[in-house]
């Protein structure tokens, strides 16, 4: 059973941070890509984050870029997502998603297997 299950959303003041989780299982972690996304209500979902298989060589949205930081530890199959100096546009539903290759990109397409998300909201 292929599955991912996201941690770490909450309630959060503009300036706060918070770490999210993405627990991996079913498959070879180290072997795909992973991504984060983001979708709020009323809203297209929309790309945050993804780290290919090695961790390195990083992509990150243009409205997140040097707040967030997309990591991953293959030994534990966990994805994280560390978010600083939080917005209230931050406000969403979070989700991890699997990619369909060893370096997927920006394009919800290039991802196969998806989590049930966290919320965060961040007021102000």
């Known amino acids: 059973q292929v599955q991912l299950v996201e941690s770490g959303g909450g309630l959060v003041q503009a300036g706060g941070s918070l770490r999210l989780s993405c627990a991996a299982s079913?498959?070879?972690?180290?072997?795909?890509?992973m991504g984060w996304f983001r979708q709020a209500p009323g809203k297209e979902r929309e790309f945050v984050a993804a780290?290919?298989?090695?961790?390195?060589?990083?992509l990150y949205a243009d409205s997140v870029k040097g707040r967030f930081t997309i990591s991953r530890d293959n030994a534990k199959n966990t994805l994280y997502l560390q978010m600083n100096n939080l917005k209230p546009e931050d406000t969403a539903a979070y989700y991890c998603?699997?990619?369909?290759?060893?370096?997927?990109?920006?394009?919800?397409?290039?991802?196969?297997?998806w989590g049930q998300g966290t919320q965060v909201t961040v007021s102000s």
């Open positions: 079913g498959w070879i972690f180290s072997r795909r890509s």
């Open positions: 998603a699997r990619g369909r290759t060893v370096s997927s990109g920006l394009g919800a397409v290039e991802y196969d297997v």
């Open positions: 780290a290919p298989w090695s961790g390195v060589s990083t």
